[in-house]
Each structure stands twice: as structure tokens, then as C-alpha cells.
């Protein structure tokens, strides 16, 4: 069945780096947009970036742009976010999701269809 | 403080129905920009419920419905059940400035 499975959360002190996984299965990969979603302790979701499956498409929520690169293995069925110079506010579960996403005729269509469990940084000293 | 407002939390007894509104600019929540709407029980990953301002999913329950007027989105569950009770995301994306954003979240609780 259509499977997202994230890993490679943890404990990190401030300044750190860390990198996701996430595994996908049961559906064509390279045929769909993936996304990063974070939910800090007691708060609501937030876009972190998201990536075309033809790779011609990256997008990065501005609170991380420069220290996180998104990147997908189509080979593998995997979704990865390299995670730098990490900060105590990035402390959340992440979540891999898969995007429909496209503009047609004007219209703005974007919804996330499939989710992961999740993985769960903690940056803290 | 998010694009998009939805009120902290709303609720009610079983089987009445509520609305959730999702409000933003043009640039989020107008003609153009389709809505969807995610369900997060507590400790669990957020599940699409509603999307392109009005569909299901298969499988979720026709007690659900979206609409869309102006720049307001709405949820609406009738028939409120005890799993009902969840937190409840509205989204949308910003083609102009590729942003993809979200609502603060609402506390539906079936009392």
C-alpha cells in the first residue's frame, strides 16, 4: 500500500546538523511533488520545502532557507532534508508528505494526500 | 502569527453540526487558490479530509463538507461524533509567491 516512512530524528545541540529520511512505497515517486511539514511542540503545521518530481522545483519556507537543502533519490523512493546550523525553534516532528500540486488555467491546486508518522528533532544544549 | 485565521477552537454536543472558517488575503484564500482541510487527532500525523475547496478523499465521511465564498473557506461536520474531536488544518497555496501556508489550527471539541 502507499507507505511514507520518515527516520533520522534526534537529539542535536544548537548549531548542529541532522539529516531526514523518508522512505516511500506503493506509488511511481518520481511522478509527485514531496514536501516537509513540521509541527513545533503544541503548535500548528509549517511548510519547510518542497520538491517536483522532476527536480526542476524547489521551494524553502523562509525560516529556513539557507541552513536546510531538500533533496529526493527517485532511484531510491526516498525524500531527504539536510538539516544545518540547526536552532532551538527547529525543534519539532517532521512529517514527509506527498503533494498534488499543479496551476492550471489560474487555478492554484495543492493539496497532501499521503503523510508519514513522523520523526522528531530536539535541538537543545 | 499565520496567513490564514481559524478560530482556536470551537465545539459541540453529538450530533449538531459546526463550521470552521479559514480566512486570509486574495493571495491565499481567493478564486484561484483551492483549499484543503487536514484532521490531526492528538500524537498522530494530520490526515486530508477536504481538498481543492470542496472534495473528499475516498474513504472520509460525507458528514464533511467544504465550501469556499470570497475570502473565506469553511468545514463543516454535521452529525458531530466523539471522533470527530481532533484539531482541524486548513492550507493553501500562494501560486504568485509559490508559498504554501496554513491556519493556525482549530480545537473541535464534541462535548
Known amino acids: 500500500q502507499v507507505q511514507l516512512v520518515e527516520s533520522g530524528g534526534g537529539l542535536v545541540k544548537p548549531g548542529g546538523s541532522l539529516r531526514l529520511s523518508c522512505a516511500a512505497s506503493g506509488f511511481t515517486f518520481s511522478d509527485y511533488y514531496m514536501t516537509w511539514i513540521r509541527q513545533a511542540p503544541g503548535k500548528g503545521l509549517e511548510c519547510v520545502s518542497y520538491f517536483s518530481g522532476s527536480g526542476s522545483i524547489i521551494h524553502y519556507a523562509d525560516s529556513v532557507k539557507g541552513r536546510f537543502t531538500i533533496s529526493r533519490d527517485n532511484a531510491k523512493n526516498s525524500l531527504y532534508l539536510q538539516m544545518n546550523s540547526l536552532r532551538v525553534e527547529d525543534t519539532a516532528v517532521y512529517y514527509c508528505a506527498r503533494v498534488l500540486l499543479s496551476t492550471v488555467q489560474r487555478y492554484h491546486y495543492y493539496h497532501m494526500d499521503v503523510w508519514g508518522r513522523g520523526t522528531t528533532v530536539t535541538v537543545s544544549s | 502569527q499565520s496567513a490564514l485565521t481559524q478560530p482556536a477552537s470551537v465545539s459541540g454536543s453529538p450530533g449538531q453540526s459546526i463550521t470552521i472558517s479559514c480566512t486570509g488575503t486574495s493571495s491565499y484564500v481567493g478564486t484561484y487558490n483551492l483549499v484543503s482541510w487536514y484532521q490531526q487527532h492528538p500524537g498522530k500525523a494530520p490526515k486530508l479530509m477536504i481538498y481543492e475547496d470542496s472534495k473528499r478523499p475516498s474513504g472520509v465521511s460525507n458528514r464533511l463538507s467544504g465550501s469556499k465564498s470570497g475570502n473565506m473557506a469553511s468545514l463543516t461536520i454535521s452529525g458531530l461524533q466523539a471522533e470527530d474531536e481532533a484539531d482541524y488544518y486548513c492550507?493553501?497555496?500562494?501560486?504568485?509567491?509559490?508559498?504554501?501556508?496554513f491556519g493556525g489550527g482549530t480545537k473541535l471539541t464534541v462535548l
Open positions: 492550507c493553501s497555496y500562494a501560486g504568485s509567491s509559490s508559498h504554501v501556508v
